[in-house]
């Protein structure tokens, strides 16, 4: 349950996907509000749809639309990390978002931005057809206790993918096996046979949060408990959690590592998410990378169909205190205040069991937020998928993000491994404990 994210294939990875949510910022959008703007290359009639997504998944988006029979004309505008900027766009604003960030749904509603949709698509047929976590962040109590969001894609954030034959040759266990605390000692081994341990999309924020809660919640439980509600981050004397610097330690000995990476943290800090899949299943330069269960369509276009299981390994995260962190992360379809009376039409056939089906089937990387469809995910990563309606967690990225300031804890991250680089572990350690601190006392303010 939810208590609190050499050259690909054409359109896939590579140019086809610049980052997990893809912008091409040097010219190819136009500002969010031109590109919203009735009559912007599209008919008035149109229900606009923005999305965060890029490459391989507008691609399988679009075959999902073509598959549902809407009989209305459609429009997708990709906005990639800069979709949030869609709120501001007035009556310009587009009649649905595939939000990334569910942590922003409360606020939207409060502030009179969405329109609140029908309770019946939460419990079609008769039962809830999702997980119960998600309705504390959808359905809004100071908004006239309505629904405002519906999930629409799951993601499982807490999965390790890795090269199945290398590690095989490296006569190395699986890394399900691993406690996090032991991946230091396999860096000095994996580099004697010339690569790294790990690939690290860092330039893309959301990787380093989610690297870090699945540390958190692993080994330091109560600090993610405290950073997901800013309620309980003081202690009764106004500190925050001591553990903290600890965890920060935990990772600054794996991340800060003479051969964590393929080249050193500044290289990592240019690298985006696809890169970091390559860096394992194309390049060889790294055994295994933390990634989504969305990483898959980037490893499908490095690998060959016929090598697929053999080469590829997926496993979760390691466990601690609590056990394996299960973190849940996802896409919500909210709807404009402005939206066309046509918009409601098209969530609901999107809310439909068998509606992502194209996707899942096609496509693969994607996790169906609805329970009763028929094919939840692809036979990939089936062997770890077993827990995924039993989440542990909801994303702390999605959630601390959008309440704290945008990206704030991306930066705190992007910083902290820069500094590790530039400054040494002390210094990292505790300007991002100041850093994390002031975020969570101005989301108590």
């Known amino acids: 349950m939810l208590t609190g994210t050499a050259e690909a294939r054409p359109g896939v990875g590579g140019a086809g996907m610049a980052t997990r949510r893809a912008v091409l910022r040097a010219g190819v959008l136009l500002p969010v509000t031109a590109a919203c703007a ?20 507008l691609d399988a988006f679009e ?7 809407f009989g209305h004309p459609t429009e997708v505008i990709p906005l990639g990390d800069d979709i949030g900027t869609v709120f501001g766009a007035g009556r310009s604003a587009p009649d649905i978002v595939m939000l990334p960030q569910a942590g922003q749904v409360r606020k939207l509603a409060e502030d009179k931005r969405l329109r609140p949709l029908d309770d019946a698509l939460w419990t079609a047929g008769g039962a809830a057809e999702y997980a119960p976590g998600w309705q504390s962040l959808l359905r809004i109590p100071s908004a006239g206790d309505r629904l405002y969001g519906l999930p629409f894609k799951q993601a499982c954030k807490s999965l390790i993918w890795y090269d199945r034959e290398r590690l095989r040759k490296l006569g190395l266990p699986d890394p399900g096996t691993w406690s996090f605390r032991e991946w230091p000692s396999h860096m000095d081994a994996v580099s004697d046979a010339g690569m790294s341990l790990l690939a690290l999309g860092a330039a893309d924020g959301w ?51 003479r051969h964590a990476f393929p080249g050193d943290i500044g290289k990592t800090l240019t690298r985006q998410f696809p890169d970091a899949i390559h860096d394992v299943f ?25 090598s697929l299981e053999s080469a590829v390994g997926v496993a979760p995260f390691p466990g601690g205190a609590r056990g394996a962190p299960l973190i849940a992360g996802g896409d919500v379809m909210v709807v404009t205040a402005s939206a066309k009376d046509t918009a409601a039409q098209l969530v609901s056939l999107l809310a439909q069991p068998r509606a992502a089906l194209p996707w899942i089937t096609r496509y693969g990387g994607f996790v169906a937020a609805n329970q009763a469809t028929p094919q939840q995910y692809s036979p990939l990563i089936a062997p770890v998928a077993a827990r995924f309606r039993d989440w542990t967690a909801f994303d702390l990225g999605d959630r601390i993000g959008s309440s704290g300031g945008r990206f704030d804890l991306w930066r705190a991250l992007t910083d902290f491994l820069t500094a590790l680089d530039t400054e040494g572990i002390d210094t990292a350690v505790r300007d991002t404990v100041a850093a994390i601190d002031e975020l969570e006392r101005r989301r108590r303010d």
Do not use: K
């Not at 369509?297 to 690998?303: G, K, N, S």
């Open 207 to 257: 990787v380093l949060t989610d690297f870090f809660e699945n540390v958190l919640w692993a080994e330091y439980p109560e600090v993610y408990d405290r950073l997901a509600n800013p309620a309980l981050w003081l202690d009764a004397s106004g500190q925050p959690p001591a553990d903290l610097g600890s965890a920060l330690r935990d990772l600054a000995a794996v991340w800060g590592h």
């Open 282 to 306: 194309q390049r060889h330069s790294a055994l295994m990378v933390v990634a989504p269960d969305f990483a898959e369509p980037i490893v499908r276009a490095c690998v060959s169909a016929a």
């Open 63 to 69: 075959s999902v639309l073509t598959a549902v029979d």
């Open 38 to 57: 009735p009559g912007f290359g599209a008919r008035s009639d149109a229900v606009r749809i923005a999305v965060s997504w890029g490459g391989s998944e």
